[in-house]
């Protein structure tokens, strides 16, 4: 079955603390795991999403206390941005005035934009029709001005050409539309996390990942037997290569550099994160992968407190 679209987006943070509070408690978003980082288990891996933490939703950060800031530049991955009904924008606006909130309006859309603590840059589109879609309601938003997954990422490269033949051929976009520099690709009938935008700055200085930067962008493979069509298309009609397949319990991945310099990744959908605890208790205890389970007593003696 095909389901294209962006799976997750994983950043870089300061605070794992302050981190769980802007998201959780700012912006409403569930925490869906509560885990480390697999490569380096001295430090979380957190997860927010919707209450099932279906692709599409999911922010994925690595909080690293003290990491120094990253610079914006050609690259990278320069915005996340969110769904909102469209009605919710004066709840939002007054909510996140102190993180210097701006409207505008994009391909005629109203669109906030604003940073988190350590510098991210996030957005909230505002989309019609989306009042009825289910809805995390969490502390003191309500469900019906609630976050209702990805809307789109944008894209700061030194030439977009050869990262949209990607997208096209590979992860199911088009191009949809222009404005202001600005290239939209759309996954049709995806409606969470169906939209890349790519704005070419040619002779900008390259981004340097670092505290507010995103780490990696994911898209979205049914499973195994279609990631492995992608990682075949990719290396046959755009000569990339991407790493063996990683098993991250919630999903199978595989990555590879797109041709502006981003890092991707391709996850499965499957087996998702009710594969270690109940749907009702996402989120709430620490869980480790059967390898780092020995070190458990190690690992959370290591790790800050998160409340």
């Known amino acids: ?79 996340t941005v969110f769904r909102i009904p469209e009605g919710s924008v004066g709840f939002w606006t007054h909510r996140l005035i102190e993180q210097g909130i701006e409207r505008s309006q994009r391909f005629g859309e109203t669109v906030l934009s604003f940073r988190d603590p350590d510098g991210m840059r996030l957005a909230l589109a505002a989309v019609p029709g989306i009042e009825a879609e289910p809805a995390w309601a969490a502390g003191d938003i309500p469900a019906e001005h609630a976050i209702r997954g990805f809307h789109s990422v944008s894209l700061m490269l030194e030439d977009i050409a050869a990262t949209g033949a990607v997208l096209s051929d590979v992860f199911g976009f088009a191009a949809a539309a222009s404005e202001g520099g600005v290239t939209r690709f759309r996954a049709e009938g995806t409606a969470i996390g169906g939209i890349v935008d790519l704005r070419g700055v040619g002779g900008f200085l390259p981004a340097r990942l670092g505290r507010g930067s995103v780490h990696h962008l994911a898209f979205r493979a049914a499973d195994d037997a279609v990631q492995a069509e992608m990682v075949r298309k990719l290396a046959a009609n755009h000569g990339l290569r991407t790493t063996e397949q990683k098993d991250r319990n919630y999903f199978r991945s595989v990555y590879f550099r797109e041709p502006g310099h981003v890092l991707f990744e391709i996850a499965t959908d499957d087996p998702g994160f009710a594969v270690d605890e109940p749907d009702a208790s996402l989120g709430e205890a620490l869980k480790l992968p059967d390898f780092l389970e020995p070190q458990r007593a190690a690992i959370e003696s290591v790790l800050p407190e998160l409340a």
Do not use: C
């Open 1 to 79: 079955m095909t389901r294209n679209g962006i799976h997750h987006v994983t950043a870089i943070a300061g605070s794992a603390r302050r981190n769980l509070d802007f998201y959780a408690r700012t912006l409403g978003l569930r925490l869906v795991k509560r885990t480390v980082n697999f490569d380096d288990p001295g430090s979380y891996h957190l997860y927010y999403g919707d209450a099932a933490g279906q692709p599409g939703t999911i922010l994925t950060f690595f909080p690293w206390e003290h990491a120094a800031p990253g610079r914006a530049g050609a690259g990278e991955l320069q915005e």
